[in-house]
């Protein structure tokens, strides 16, 4: 295991409503990265946060946004759920500045999104 | 632009046969970093190795070998003597600058499914 935690593992959502998704980092990892992985895709990257901060976004629209807190773990807020944001979301947590330098991203188990 | 071809969708062996799974990437970064990792049913993706692109040894661990070719631009994986748990789908991926600036933004693959038949 990882150390990496994400929470729920299963969703259902109606289209139209907002989801928020959970994840903590592994113990002293201070970048949380996030990812859509459609059926039969590989992931594909939304954003990413250093302490607390946004630090990098994919080609995803305003309706996805983020939070990281002070314990570094951190929420994907997604507003207007279409039918096409059905997916696993991929929480990785690393830690590019560490030292030892530690730059491999570890993923969380994701969170499987049906949107009906 | 990045990008990571994987042309393999499905590759199935039997047991105990050797399984190379190839990757092709691109970027006009001069310094990357190329990935594999493994994905099995439960979903979590899970870190095989990193290359830098600095580095085109080859590198050999237990069974599992890498072979990364700047020339060619691939970084292909080799599975000797498959075993059934080896039954995955497997990704490469690429991050353009060094991963230790805080932008280890990973751009995968559309992954290879591997089933390893006993």
């Known amino acids: 295991e990882t150390g990496v935690t994400q929470s729920p593992t299963h969703l259902i959502k109606t289209r139209g409503q907002q989801v928020t998704l959970r994840c903590s980092s592994q113990s002293g990892h201070n970048t949380v990265s996030w990812y859509q992985q459609a059926l039969g895709q590989g992931p594909q990257f939304i954003f990413q946060y250093y302490r607390e901060e946004e630090n990098g976004r994919g080609n995803f629209p305003p309706r996805f946004s983020g939070l990281q807190f002070p314990n570094y773990s951190s929420e994907l807020n997604v507003n207007a759920l279409e039918l096409d944001d059905s997916a696993l979301y991929l929480c990785?947590?690393?830690?590019?500045?560490?030292?030892?330098?530690?730059?491999?991203?570890?993923f969380g188990q994701g969170t499987r999104l049906t949107v009906v | 632009a990045q990008k990571v071809t994987q042309a393999q969708t499905e590759i199935s062996v039997v047991e105990k046969e050797d399984v190379t799974l190839d990757c092709v990437y691109e970027t006009r970064d001069t310094t990357y970093y190329l990935f594999w990792y493994k994905q099995p049913p439960s979903g979590e993706l899970v870190f095989l190795i990193r290359?830098?692109?600095?580095?085109?040894q080859n590198e050999i661990s237990g069974r599992y070998s890498w072979n990364f070719q700047k020339s060619t631009s691939s970084f292909n994986f080799t599975i000797t003597a498959s075993q059934v748990v080896d039954s995955a789908v497997y990704f490469c991926a690429l991050s353009g600058g060094p991963p230790n600036f805080g932008n280890e933004k990973l751009t995968f693959g559309t992954g290879t499914r591997l089933t390893i038949i006993p």
């Open positions: 990785a947590s690393s830690n590019p500045r560490g030292v030892p330098m530690n730059t491999e991203a570890f």
């Open positions: 290359r830098n692109s600095f580095d085109e």
